[in-house]
């Protein structure tokens, strides 16, 4: 598979997200949660949502994956019981753009990892999805995701 890798360089961004552990089967309901009450609590505070929702893997233990699921956000807004206010840190990123299947995209991780190895470059950190669909909107094979790798 043939995919678009691109080195970008942002600055820091504000997040609102849901930090959790869950299994693999509960991951669903954790992106659900976070895709759906963040927006609804957003609504009418001084904050926007600028970006597509995104998800961070801290482990790959799969029975207790840590995660962060959430949005970049503009503007303040305060926390709550529910959703905490992070960070993005800013500087280069190696992207990619995934269109397929979860399940089959450790492809354009492997991909990705290689290509940043062959730009005399690291990756450092955890590695961000953006989800620009759903499977709820979607078939498997057009999902969309954007594969976001940070670098030193």
């Not at 801290?58 to 503009?74: P, Q, R």
Request: contains cysteine.
């Amino acid at each position: 598979m043939a995919f678009d890798f691109k080195i970008e360089t942002s600055q820091a961004q504000p997040t609102m997200v849901v930090r959790t552990v869950s299994n693999l089967a509960g991951i669903v309901d954790v992106l659900t949660k976070a895709f759906s009450q963040i927006p609804a609590y957003l609504a009418g505070k001084n904050a926007e949502i600028i970006d597509a929702p995104f998800a961070v893997y801290y482990n790959m233990d799969f029975e207790k994956l840590e995660i962060e699921a959430g949005f970049v956000i503009s503007g303040s807004v305060d926390e709550n019981d529910d959703f905490v206010v992070g960070e993005i840190s800013g500087g280069d990123k190696a992207t990619c753009m995934y269109k397929g299947s979860y399940s089959s995209i450790s492809a354009a991780y492997d991909e990705l990892a290689e290509w940043i190895e062959k730009q005399g470059r690291k990756a450092v950190g955890h590695c961000y999805e953006y989800y620009y669909n759903s499977p709820r909107e979607v078939e498997e094979s057009e999902l969309l995701t954007k594969i976001v790798m940070p670098l030193v």
